[in-house]
């Protein structure tokens, strides 16, 4: 039976993993990385794909750079790696080791998309399908010969989190009907088109300040492409203000950019650069936690009165 090792941290990574144990492969080890301090405790909390291995059964190794501290999974002796959203460079001495190669379950279609946030451009750019690419990893990043390719479609609603869901379902299910056909050598990879190759960098500080001269749709697409991490956010009355969901109002109205010009039971409208206007539904004043916006019209933001402005400070 062949040895292969996994490796991954979030949760994306872990239907994956937990795929190919259902498969009845013989995963020798899960590659991770090093359990990180977290929320405003600090807690030392374990990535998801160490906590699904301890699970299974499954001998877990954590180096802080792979890079430097390959040879213990080489001494492993790896006929496959497999790697899904593992957040490190591989170095060339692993890429080169195993006998059927270190392959990729990457979030889009590639050569769209490459780099470390494909599933929230896809939804930052008004994609209305992305999917899942499974290819050979190369030193270049996200640049190797793609074996097998499965479309998702994007709905209008989908936001970060349930495009992940699916895009993590659907790179399990696609491993899982790839796998048997490169074992046996009936892939034959293809190479990326260069020309057509797209990217996709983290997310930025910058990336989540709304802007509010933009037009509605691009506005719409940021506050869901970012839903539920890291937030969009914008200013009101000097002070930051998430904005965590709002609706896309498909029509005219008078008012600059950024202004409120109607307050509802559930949410307060705002002008976007085009003169349509999204709803603002959801929302967490500074120092608040997250709450519904009528909640806030109700409560904080009682003053809060058409005419003012979103954004017009300390953006």
Same mark, same amino acid.
């Given at each position: 039976?062949?040895?292969?090792?996994?490796?991954?941290?979030?949760?994306?990574?872990?239907?994956?993993?937990? !795929?190919?144990?259902?498969?009845?492969?013989?995963?020798?080890?899960?590659?991770?990385?090093?359990?990180?301090?977290?929320?405003?405790?600090?807690?030392?909390?374990?990535?998801?794909?160490?906590?699904?291995?301890?699970?299974?059964? /499954?001998?877990?190794?954590?180096?802080?750079?792979?890079?430097?501290?390959?040879?213990?999974?080489?001494?492993?002796?790896?006929?496959?790696?497999?790697?899904?959203?593992?957040?490190?460079?591989?170095?060339?001495?692993?890429?080169?080791?195993?006998?059927?190669?270190?392959?990729?379950?990457?979030?889009?279609?590639?050569?769209?998309?490459?780099?470390?946030?494909? /599933?929230?451009?896809?939804?930052? !750019?008004?994609?209305?399908?992305?999917?899942?690419? /499974?290819?050979?990893?190369?030193?270049?990043?996200?640049?190797?010969?793609?074996?097998?390719?499965?479309?998702?479609?994007?709905?209008?609603?989908?936001?970060?989190?349930?495009?992940?869901?699916?895009?993590?379902?659907?790179?399990? !299910?696609?491993?899982?009907?790839?796998?048997?056909?490169?074992?046996?050598?009936?892939?034959?990879?293809?190479?990326?088109?260069?020309?057509?190759?797209?990217?996709?960098?983290?997310?930025?500080?910058?990336?989540?300040?709304?802007? $509010?001269?933009?037009?509605?749709?691009?506005?719409?697409? !940021? /506050?869901?492409?970012?839903?539920? $991490?890291?937030?969009?956010?914008?200013?009101?009355?000097?002070?930051?203000?998430?904005? $965590? $969901?709002?609706?896309?109002?498909?029509?005219?109205?008078?008012?600059?950019?950024?202004?409120?010009?109607?307050?509802?039971?559930?949410?307060?409208?705002?002008?976007?650069?085009?003169?349509?206007?999204?709803?603002?539904?959801?929302?967490?004043?500074?120092?608040?936690?997250?709450?519904?916006?009528?909640?806030?019209?109700?409560?904080?933001?009682?003053?809060?009165?058409?005419?003012?402005?979103?954004?017009?400070?300390?953006?």
């Amino acid at each position: 039976m062949k040895r292969i090792i996994f490796m991954g941290t979030p949760d994306f990574a872990v239907p994956v993993l937990r !795929q190919l144990v259902d498969d009845g492969y013989q995963v020798v080890m899960a590659v991770t990385q090093p359990d990180r301090p977290k929320g405003r405790k600090k807690v030392l909390t374990p990535p998801p794909v160490k906590v699904e291995a301890e699970k299974l059964g /499954i001998p877990v190794y954590q180096p802080e750079k792979i890079k430097d501290e390959y040879e213990y999974v080489l001494d492993q002796q790896p006929d496959l790696i497999v790697t899904a959203a593992f957040g490190q460079i591989l170095p060339k001495a692993l890429l080169e080791y195993p006998a059927f190669g270190c392959i990729n379950v990457h979030a889009s279609l590639l050569p769209e998309l490459r780099g470390g946030a494909p /599933i929230q451009y896809a939804i930052l !750019q008004g994609k209305t399908e992305t999917g899942i690419t /499974i290819m050979y990893m190369v030193e270049k990043l996200d640049a190797g010969a793609i074996l097998t390719q499965r479309k998702v479609p994007i709905d209008k609603e989908d936001h970060v989190g349930t495009l992940h869901d699916k895009l993590s379902e659907t790179g399990a !299910q696609l491993l899982s009907d790839t796998l048997p056909k490169l074992l046996a050598g009936e892939l034959q990879a293809v190479e990326q088109d260069e020309t057509k190759a797209t990217f996709a960098p983290n997310i930025k500080r910058g990336d989540e300040k709304i802007d $509010w001269t933009r037009p509605m749709i691009e506005i719409y697409n !940021q /506050i869901r492409g970012l839903h539920p $991490w890291p937030v969009a956010f914008t200013t009101y009355k000097d002070k930051i203000m998430k904005i $965590w $969901w709002a609706e896309p109002i498909d029509r005219s109205f008078d008012g600059e950019p950024g202004e409120i010009v109607d307050l509802t039971e559930d949410g307060m409208v705002v002008v976007c650069g085009d003169t349509k206007a999204v709803k603002v539904t959801s929302l967490q004043p500074a120092g608040k936690k997250r709450m519904e916006t009528g909640d806030f019209l109700r409560g904080t933001g009682s003053n809060t009165r058409c005419g003012d402005k979103l954004g017009e400070k300390n953006g």
